[in-house]
C-alpha cells in the first residue's frame, strides 16, 4: 500500500497549486483520508480530512482557501489551494486511513495507518 504526492512547488503569494496524492495497493475511495504539513521547526498541522461520504473538514487557517476532494476512479485525493501566503511553507503529505470515518482526532493526524513523502510547497512574498 503506498500514497504518492505530487504537484508541490515554488509559487508567489496569491497563486495557486493543486497537490495530488496517488493510493496504490488498496482502494480508499471510501476510507477516511487527509492532508497535513509541516513546516521546518514545526509541529505537523492537520490541513484537511475527508472521510468516505465525502464530507470535509479544514484547519482554520485554510478554510475558504483550499479545498480537499477525490476521485475515486482514479484512487486519487486532491488539495485545491488558492489565494497563497507565505505561512502555507511546507512539506505536505497525504495520509489515508482503513476505516469509511475518521477519528475525532483525525486532524491531530492519529488514526491514520499509511503516510506518503510528501511534496514540497513554497510561497514566497
Known amino acids: 500500500v503506498q500514497l504518492v504526492e505530487s504537484g508541490g512547488g515554488s509559487v508567489q503569494a496569491g497563486g495557486s497549486l493543486r497537490l495530488s496524492c496517488a493510493a496504490s495497493?488498496?482502494?480508499?475511495?471510501?476510507?477516511?483520508m487527509g492532508w497535513f504539513r509541516q513546516a521546518p521547526g514545526e509541529e505537523r498541522e492537520g490541513v484537511a480530512i475527508?472521510?468516505?461520504?465525502?464530507?470535509?473538514a479544514y484547519a482554520g487557517s485554510v478554510k475558504g482557501r483550499f479545498t480537499i476532494s477525490r476521485d475515486n476512479s482514479k484512487n486519487t485525493l486532491y488539495l485545491q489551494m488558492n489565494s497563497l501566503k507565505p505561512e502555507d511553507t511546507a512539506m505536505y503529505s497525504c495520509?489515508?486511513?482503513?476505516?469509511?470515518?475518521?477519528?475525532?482526532?483525525?486532524?491531530?493526524?492519529?488514526?491514520?495507518?499509511?503516510w506518503g513523502q510528501g511534496t514540497q510547497v513554497t510561497v514566497s512574498s
Open positions: 495520509a489515508a486511513r482503513f476505516a469509511k470515518y475518521c477519528s475525532d482526532t483525525a486532524q491531530q493526524g492519529q488514526g491514520f495507518g499509511v
Open positions: 495497493g488498496y482502494s480508499f475511495s471510501s476510507r477516511c
Open positions: 475527508i472521510d468516505g461520504d465525502g464530507n470535509p
